[in-house]
Protein backbone atom coordinates (compact mmCIF):
# COMPACT_ATOMS: atom_id res chain seq x y z
CA UNK A 1 0.00 0.00 0.00
CA UNK A 2 1.12 3.59 -0.53
CA UNK A 3 0.72 6.08 2.69
CA UNK A 4 0.44 9.56 2.65
CA UNK A 5 1.10 10.94 6.42
CA UNK A 6 0.77 14.44 7.15
CA UNK A 7 2.10 16.19 10.16
CA UNK A 8 5.00 13.72 10.30
CA UNK A 9 6.71 15.01 12.83
CA UNK A 10 3.98 15.31 15.17
CA UNK A 11 3.59 12.10 18.03
CA UNK A 12 1.14 10.12 15.91
CA UNK A 13 2.80 10.98 12.64
CA UNK A 14 6.19 9.46 13.90
CA UNK A 15 4.78 6.48 15.49
CA UNK A 16 2.71 6.20 12.14
CA UNK A 17 5.95 6.00 10.26
CA UNK A 18 7.66 3.55 12.90
CA UNK A 19 4.87 1.06 12.83
CA UNK A 20 4.61 1.02 8.82
CA UNK A 21 8.71 0.92 8.48
CA UNK A 22 7.89 -2.92 9.92
CA UNK A 23 6.11 -3.48 6.79
CA UNK A 24 8.36 -3.65 3.67
CA UNK A 25 5.40 -3.67 1.24
CA UNK A 26 4.40 0.01 1.75
CA UNK A 27 5.79 2.58 0.42
CA UNK A 28 4.84 5.56 2.64
CA UNK A 29 5.72 9.33 1.93
CA UNK A 30 5.91 11.44 5.09
CA UNK A 31 5.18 15.11 5.06
CA UNK A 32 4.83 17.97 7.48
CA UNK A 33 4.08 21.79 6.65
CA UNK A 34 7.86 22.36 5.81
CA UNK A 35 7.43 20.08 2.93
CA UNK A 36 3.19 20.12 2.02
CA UNK A 37 0.61 23.00 3.27
CA UNK A 38 -2.52 20.92 3.42
CA UNK A 39 -3.84 24.43 3.13
CA UNK A 40 -2.75 24.57 -0.56
CA UNK A 41 -4.87 23.18 -3.15
CA UNK A 42 -2.33 23.20 -5.68
CA UNK A 43 0.08 22.00 -3.60
CA UNK A 44 -2.18 19.16 -2.30
CA UNK A 45 -3.06 18.01 -5.59
CA UNK A 46 -0.23 17.86 -7.40
CA UNK A 47 1.53 15.41 -4.38
CA UNK A 48 -1.63 13.42 -4.53
CA UNK A 49 -1.13 13.32 -8.41
CA UNK A 50 2.07 12.43 -7.73
CA UNK A 51 1.97 10.36 -5.26
CA UNK A 52 -1.10 8.43 -5.66
CA UNK A 53 -1.88 7.64 -1.89
CA UNK A 54 -4.39 4.06 -1.29
CA UNK A 55 -4.18 5.71 2.04
CA UNK A 56 -4.07 9.36 3.48
CA UNK A 57 -3.66 9.74 7.44
CA UNK A 58 -4.44 13.95 8.21
CA UNK A 59 -2.51 13.52 11.73
CA UNK A 60 -1.51 16.82 10.74
CA UNK A 61 -3.69 19.60 13.97
CA UNK A 62 -3.69 22.76 15.35
CA UNK A 63 -3.36 21.48 19.06
CA UNK A 64 -2.91 24.51 21.03
CA UNK A 65 -6.34 24.60 22.81
CA UNK A 66 -5.65 27.73 24.85
CA UNK A 67 -4.34 29.95 22.19
CA UNK A 68 -6.43 28.73 19.81
CA UNK A 69 -9.48 31.06 21.24
CA UNK A 70 -7.74 33.94 20.28
CA UNK A 71 -6.19 32.71 17.19
CA UNK A 72 -9.21 31.04 15.60
CA UNK A 73 -9.23 31.63 12.00
CA UNK A 74 -5.32 30.23 12.00
CA UNK A 75 -7.03 27.53 14.17
CA UNK A 76 -9.45 26.94 11.76
CA UNK A 77 -7.32 27.21 8.45
CA UNK A 78 -5.17 24.25 9.79
CA UNK A 79 -8.59 22.04 11.38
CA UNK A 80 -11.05 22.69 8.93
CA UNK A 81 -9.36 23.98 5.45
CA UNK A 82 -6.91 21.32 5.15
CA UNK A 83 -9.06 18.61 5.86
CA UNK A 84 -11.46 19.79 3.47
CA UNK A 85 -8.12 20.28 0.55
CA UNK A 86 -7.28 16.88 1.55
CA UNK A 87 -10.36 15.30 0.97
CA UNK A 88 -11.24 17.01 -2.05
CA UNK A 89 -7.88 15.99 -3.79
CA UNK A 90 -8.84 12.37 -3.22
CA UNK A 91 -12.24 12.97 -4.17
CA UNK A 92 -10.41 12.75 -7.75
CA UNK A 93 -8.98 9.77 -7.27
CA UNK A 94 -9.46 6.28 -5.76
CA UNK A 95 -7.72 6.83 -2.18
CA UNK A 96 -9.20 6.58 1.30
CA UNK A 97 -8.63 9.62 4.20
CA UNK A 98 -8.15 9.04 7.73
CA UNK A 99 -8.35 11.79 9.19
CA UNK A 100 -7.84 12.53 12.89
CA UNK A 101 -10.21 14.10 15.34
CA UNK A 102 -10.84 14.85 19.02
CA UNK A 103 -12.98 14.71 21.58
CA UNK A 104 -13.58 17.88 21.95
CA UNK A 105 -15.92 18.03 19.37
CA UNK A 106 -18.64 16.95 22.45
CA UNK A 107 -19.65 19.21 25.21
CA UNK A 108 -17.53 17.31 27.87
CA UNK A 109 -21.08 17.29 30.25
CA UNK A 110 -21.99 14.03 29.86
CA UNK A 111 -22.22 11.42 31.79
CA UNK A 112 -21.66 7.97 29.67
CA UNK A 113 -19.07 7.42 27.25
CA UNK A 114 -20.13 9.75 24.18
CA UNK A 115 -21.11 7.12 20.91
CA UNK A 116 -20.07 8.48 17.32
CA UNK A 117 -23.49 9.54 16.93
CA UNK A 118 -23.99 11.57 19.57
CA UNK A 119 -24.65 15.03 19.03
CA UNK A 120 -21.41 17.41 18.52
CA UNK A 121 -21.51 20.56 20.67
CA UNK A 122 -17.72 21.91 21.09
CA UNK A 123 -17.31 24.79 23.66
CA UNK A 124 -13.90 26.07 22.84
CA UNK A 125 -12.37 27.38 19.24
CA UNK A 126 -10.10 24.12 19.04
CA UNK A 127 -13.20 22.21 19.40
CA UNK A 128 -15.31 24.38 16.66
CA UNK A 129 -12.41 24.36 14.24
CA UNK A 130 -12.03 20.34 14.66
CA UNK A 131 -15.68 19.77 14.12
CA UNK A 132 -15.75 21.65 10.95
CA UNK A 133 -12.70 19.37 9.45
CA UNK A 134 -14.86 16.00 10.57
CA UNK A 135 -17.93 17.75 8.48
CA UNK A 136 -15.93 18.85 5.74
CA UNK A 137 -14.30 15.19 5.17
CA UNK A 138 -17.85 13.95 5.46
CA UNK A 139 -19.34 15.69 2.67
CA UNK A 140 -16.50 15.74 0.73
CA UNK A 141 -15.47 12.39 0.79
CA UNK A 142 -18.56 10.51 2.41
CA UNK A 143 -17.61 6.61 1.09
CA UNK A 144 -13.38 6.77 1.34
CA UNK A 145 -13.14 8.36 4.42
CA UNK A 146 -13.14 7.87 7.81
CA UNK A 147 -13.00 10.16 10.91
CA UNK A 148 -11.44 9.07 13.91
CA UNK A 149 -11.87 10.49 17.37
CA UNK A 150 -9.45 10.22 20.03
CA UNK A 151 -8.08 11.85 23.42
CA UNK A 152 -5.68 12.62 25.84
CA UNK A 153 -2.89 11.44 23.49
CA UNK A 154 0.93 11.18 24.40
CA UNK A 155 4.15 9.74 23.00
CA UNK A 156 7.84 9.27 22.52
CA UNK A 157 7.45 11.90 20.20
CA UNK A 158 6.80 15.82 21.31
CA UNK A 159 5.41 18.02 24.20
CA UNK A 160 3.02 16.17 26.07
CA UNK A 161 0.76 15.79 29.20
CA UNK A 162 3.53 12.57 30.68
CA UNK A 163 6.02 14.55 29.96
CA UNK A 164 5.31 17.15 31.62
CA UNK A 165 4.17 14.93 34.60
CA UNK A 166 7.53 13.73 34.56
CA UNK A 167 9.60 17.25 34.84
CA UNK A 168 7.44 18.43 37.30
CA UNK A 169 7.57 15.10 39.54
CA UNK A 170 11.83 15.69 39.42
CA UNK A 171 11.15 19.54 40.44
CA UNK A 172 8.57 19.50 42.84
CA UNK A 173 8.03 18.23 46.03
CA UNK A 174 3.93 18.21 45.32
CA UNK A 175 1.83 18.31 42.31
CA UNK A 176 -1.41 19.37 42.23
CA UNK A 177 -3.64 17.79 39.36
CA UNK A 178 -7.26 18.52 38.53
CA UNK A 179 -9.72 15.06 39.32
CA UNK A 180 -12.57 16.67 38.01
CA UNK A 181 -11.99 15.94 34.19
CA UNK A 182 -12.36 12.79 33.05
CA UNK A 183 -11.08 10.69 29.67
CA UNK A 184 -9.37 7.83 28.26
CA UNK A 185 -5.31 8.20 27.94
CA UNK A 186 -4.19 6.71 24.44
CA UNK A 187 -0.61 5.80 23.91
CA UNK A 188 0.16 7.29 20.49
CA UNK A 189 1.96 3.95 19.42
CA UNK A 190 -1.52 1.79 19.87
CA UNK A 191 -3.47 4.63 18.10
CA UNK A 192 -0.77 4.41 15.32
CA UNK A 193 -1.53 0.72 15.09
CA UNK A 194 -5.02 0.64 14.87
CA UNK A 195 -5.28 3.09 12.27
CA UNK A 196 -3.48 0.81 10.43
CA UNK A 197 -5.61 -1.78 11.20
CA UNK A 198 -8.56 0.32 10.01
CA UNK A 199 -6.85 1.29 6.76
CA UNK A 200 -6.37 -2.41 6.04
CA UNK A 201 -9.90 -3.40 7.25
CA UNK A 202 -13.06 -3.59 5.54
CA UNK A 203 -14.69 -1.06 7.92
CA UNK A 204 -17.37 0.97 6.34
CA UNK A 205 -16.61 4.37 5.67
CA UNK A 206 -18.19 7.16 8.77
CA UNK A 207 -16.95 8.31 12.26
CA UNK A 208 -14.87 5.93 14.71
CA UNK A 209 -13.74 6.36 18.26
CA UNK A 210 -10.20 5.06 19.11
CA UNK A 211 -9.08 5.43 22.45
CA UNK A 212 -7.11 3.89 25.58
CA UNK A 213 -10.08 1.75 26.90
CA UNK A 214 -11.00 2.64 30.72
CA UNK A 215 -10.96 5.54 32.26
CA UNK A 216 -9.33 7.74 34.84
CA UNK A 217 -9.16 11.56 35.67
CA UNK A 218 -5.97 13.77 35.02
CA UNK A 219 -4.98 13.06 38.96
CA UNK A 220 -5.45 9.33 38.29
CA UNK A 221 -3.31 9.55 35.29
CA UNK A 222 -0.79 11.29 37.12
CA UNK A 223 -0.64 9.04 39.90
CA UNK A 224 -0.18 5.85 37.78
CA UNK A 225 2.71 8.34 35.44
CA UNK A 226 4.57 8.57 39.63
CA UNK A 227 4.56 4.94 39.86
CA UNK A 228 6.15 4.12 36.13
CA UNK A 229 9.13 6.74 37.37
CA UNK A 230 9.05 4.75 40.55
CA UNK A 231 7.75 7.83 42.83
CA UNK A 232 5.68 7.81 45.54
CA UNK A 233 1.72 8.68 44.16
CA UNK A 234 1.12 10.28 47.33
CA UNK A 235 2.80 13.36 46.08
CA UNK A 236 0.16 14.04 43.36
CA UNK A 237 -2.68 16.14 45.16
CA UNK A 238 -5.69 16.27 43.78
CA UNK A 239 -7.67 20.04 42.73
CA UNK A 240 -10.21 21.04 40.92
CA UNK A 241 -10.86 22.80 37.34
CA UNK A 242 -11.84 26.33 39.15
CA UNK A 243 -8.39 26.22 40.28
CA UNK A 244 -6.93 26.54 37.11
CA UNK A 245 -8.77 28.71 34.83
CA UNK A 246 -7.38 28.73 31.43
CA UNK A 247 -8.72 30.88 28.07
CA UNK A 248 -10.54 27.42 26.58
CA UNK A 249 -12.89 25.36 28.24
CA UNK A 250 -12.02 21.78 29.32
CA UNK A 251 -14.29 19.23 29.19
CA UNK A 252 -15.16 17.56 32.19
CA UNK A 253 -16.14 14.24 30.56
CA UNK A 254 -14.60 13.08 27.30
CA UNK A 255 -14.77 9.31 27.76
CA UNK A 256 -15.44 8.04 24.06
CA UNK A 257 -17.53 4.77 23.45
CA UNK A 258 -15.54 2.07 21.24
CA UNK A 259 -19.04 0.75 20.11
CA UNK A 260 -18.21 1.69 16.54
CA UNK A 261 -14.81 0.59 16.41
CA UNK A 262 -15.63 -2.90 18.06
CA UNK A 263 -18.85 -3.34 15.64
CA UNK A 264 -16.74 -2.76 12.72
CA UNK A 265 -14.44 -5.75 13.87
CA UNK A 266 -11.45 -3.80 14.94
CA UNK A 267 -9.43 -4.47 18.34
CA UNK A 268 -9.79 -3.02 20.88
CA UNK A 269 -7.64 -0.72 22.28
CA UNK A 270 -5.30 -1.83 25.36
CA UNK A 271 -6.61 0.11 28.59
CA UNK A 272 -4.89 2.65 29.13
CA UNK A 273 -2.54 1.74 32.21
CA UNK A 274 -1.38 -1.43 30.61
CA UNK A 275 -0.26 1.10 27.79
CA UNK A 276 1.32 3.62 30.42
CA UNK A 277 3.01 0.75 31.61
CA UNK A 278 3.97 -0.56 28.13
CA UNK A 279 4.89 3.14 27.14
CA UNK A 280 7.89 3.25 29.97
CA UNK A 281 8.76 0.00 28.91
CA UNK A 282 9.48 1.06 25.32
CA UNK A 283 10.02 4.78 25.10
CA UNK A 284 11.08 5.53 28.60
CA UNK A 285 13.66 7.25 28.25
CA UNK A 286 12.21 10.21 26.10
CA UNK A 287 8.66 10.22 28.28
CA UNK A 288 11.21 10.45 31.33
CA UNK A 289 13.39 13.36 29.52
CA UNK A 290 10.12 15.58 29.94
Known amino acids: MRWLVTGSYGQLGTDLQTVLAGTPDDVVNAVDVDTLDITDSAAVSAAVDDFRPDVLVNAAAYTAVDPAEANEP ?3 KVNATGPAVLAAALARGTGRLIHVSTDYVFAGDGEKPY ?7 PRSAYGR ?3 AGELAVRDLLPDRSHVVRTAWVYGGGGPNFVKTMARLERERETVSVVDDQRGSPTWSADLARALVELARSSAPAGTYHCTGSGDTTWFGFTQAIFEELGADPSRVLPTTTDKFPRPAPRPAFSVLSDTAWRAAGLTPMPHWRDALHTAFATVGDRLRAG
Open 74 to 76: VAY
Open 115 to 121: EVDDQPD
Open 129 to 131: TKL
